[in-house]
């Protein structure tokens, strides 16, 4: 094994063959890596989206409860923030949806 014939005569191939079979085993390990990551994202976004949901229904309720405008400030604030943060996980999900291959288009009217 590692000869190969050519008009001079034979012509050594091991290191050719070890480079790609190195080569072959840092693509697997590469994919092997993204898809964990992946996983990991659509993992993570799952775990902090359902408290997060839970934090943005409370704030609704308080908001509707009497408050004072200080206290009405402070909640529009969290409010606010959650929101963001909501979407921000939501981006997450669907870039590593996007990564797995398991992103749907959403038809929504507007």
Do not use: C
Not at 2 to 31: I, N, P
């Amino acid at each position: 094994m590692g000869k190969a014939w050519t008009r001079m005569g034979f012509r050594d191939v091991t290191e050719r063959s070890r480079a790609r079979e190195e080569l072959e085993k840092a693509r697997d390990a590469a994919e092997v890596a993204s898809r964990a990551k992946t996983e990991f994202l659509a993992a993570m976004s799952h775990e902090i989206r359902t408290p997060m949901n839970a934090i943005l229904g409370m704030s609704e309720m308080l908001a509707e409860s009497p408050l004072d405008p200080e206290q009405m400030q402070y909640v529009e604030v969290f409010r606010r923030a959650g929101a963001k943060l909501l979407l921000l996980i939501n981006d997450i999900l669907d870039l590593s949806k996007i990564e797995a291959g398991h992103f749907e288009l959403e038809r929504v009217e507007f």
